[in-house]
């Protein structure tokens, strides 16, 4: 599904009622396949055109290839969290605050891309190992109180790549690069 939305190129993120393991075999390819995802939408990109907002005030492509490896390295450690306490409450952490860190701002793309490829090596060696009984698992977010299954967790994550690599796509559409 793709939309003319920039903020949600690909629409926002649905999880579904009822997820048959199937669907969870997907969501966990679809995080193994993230790196290689976002190394192709950025490739051959130079500094300016990371440098360009991949919609109006929003963060520049590099910023974006930055979180995304921040949020993911977060997740990895609540699935770890959640694995080994009862139902914990995660840390939240100021997604937009981290982006405007200077680093996020200068640092090259690949060291990113780079740790993308080892978290995601773990972290879907992790995915696969967990039971029937571990997807039940949760965790409370802070910011809602809610509890979020790891179940969820698995395909909000496979959306969450799948989303920013439309993003920097959509814009390289957009600009003809």
């Not at 903020?7 to 393991?21: A, L």
């Not at 929003?58 to 977060?74: C, E, F, I, P, Y």
Request: charged letters at 15%; aromatic letters at 8%; proline letters at 6%.
């Amino acid at each position: 599904m793709t939309t003319t939305n920039l903020s949600y190129p690909i629409g926002q993120c649905m999880i579904p009622d009822s997820m048959p393991q199937e669907y969870l075999t997907q969501c966990i390819a679809e995080i193994a396949d993230l790196p290689k995802q976002m190394r192709a939408a950025t490739q051959a990109l130079n500094d300016a055109q990371l440098d360009t907002p991949y919609r109006p005030e929003g963060w520049t492509v590099r910023q974006l290839v930055h979180h995304v490896a921040d949020s993911h390295m977060n997740s990895y450690v609540r699935f770890h969290w959640t694995l080994t306490e009862p139902t914990p409450t995660i840390k939240a952490y100021d997604e937009k605050a981290w982006a405007a860190l200077d680093y996020h701002q200068t640092m090259p793309i690949e060291v990113s891309l780079q740790l993308l490829d080892a978290l995601h090596q773990r972290w879907v060696v992790l995915l696969r190992a967990l039971t029937p009984n571990d997807l039940h698992k949760a965790f409370v977010h802070p910011a809602t109180q809610q509890q979020v299954s790891l179940r969820e967790a698995v395909a909000t994550y496979a959306w969450h790549g799948k989303h920013h690599v439309a993003h920097v796509a959509s814009l390289r559409t957009r600009m003809g690069w």
